[in-house]
């Protein structure tokens, strides 16, 4: 009996600076540790009008040097120092990112 899969057809999302809103976050176990996986959905902009859904990864770190903390400054503002990351505190925030590799 013959096994049949259709290709799945990608297209990349063109580098480029674009509103989205961070839809999810999940934690997951990684290649390099603890991360955290962010889903974006991107506004509809020329091309996609139906939107488009991106993620992106960072270490489940949470100080002034990780990604996790520039991120969630880039959304709050100044982070207090007694702050704790809370990952709903982010969700439904819009945040303009410069996607140089984007995966679908």
Request: proline letters at 6%; glycine letters at 6%.
């Given at each position: 009996?013959?096994?049949?899969?259709?290709?799945?057809?990608?297209?990349?999302?063109?580098?480029?600076?674009?509103p989205a809103?961070?839809?999810?976050?999940?934690?997951?176990?990684?290649?390099?540790?603890?991360?955290?996986?962010?889903?974006?959905?991107?506004?509809?902009?020329?091309?996609?009008?139906?939107?488009?859904?991106?993620?992106?990864?960072?270490?489940?770190?949470?100080?002034?040097?990780?990604?996790?903390?520039?991120?969630?400054?880039?959304?709050?503002?100044?982070?207090?120092?007694?702050?704790t990351?809370?990952?709903?505190?982010?969700?439904?925030?819009?945040?303009?990112?410069?996607?140089?590799?984007?995966?679908?």
């Open positions: 009996m013959s096994i049949k899969i259709s290709q799945t057809k990608y297209e990349p999302v063109p580098e480029g600076i674009y809103t961070i839809e999810a976050i999940e934690a997951e176990t990684g290649e390099f540790g603890p991360q955290l996986k962010f889903k974006f959905q991107l506004e509809p902009f020329q091309g996609f009008d139906d939107g488009k859904q991106l993620y992106a990864w960072c270490s489940r770190k949470f100080s002034p040097k990780s990604k996790l903390y520039a991120w969630t400054a880039a959304l709050l503002g100044k982070i207090p120092a007694d702050y990351f809370d990952s709903d505190d982010l969700l439904e925030k819009m945040r303009v990112g410069d996607w140089k590799e984007s995966r679908q």
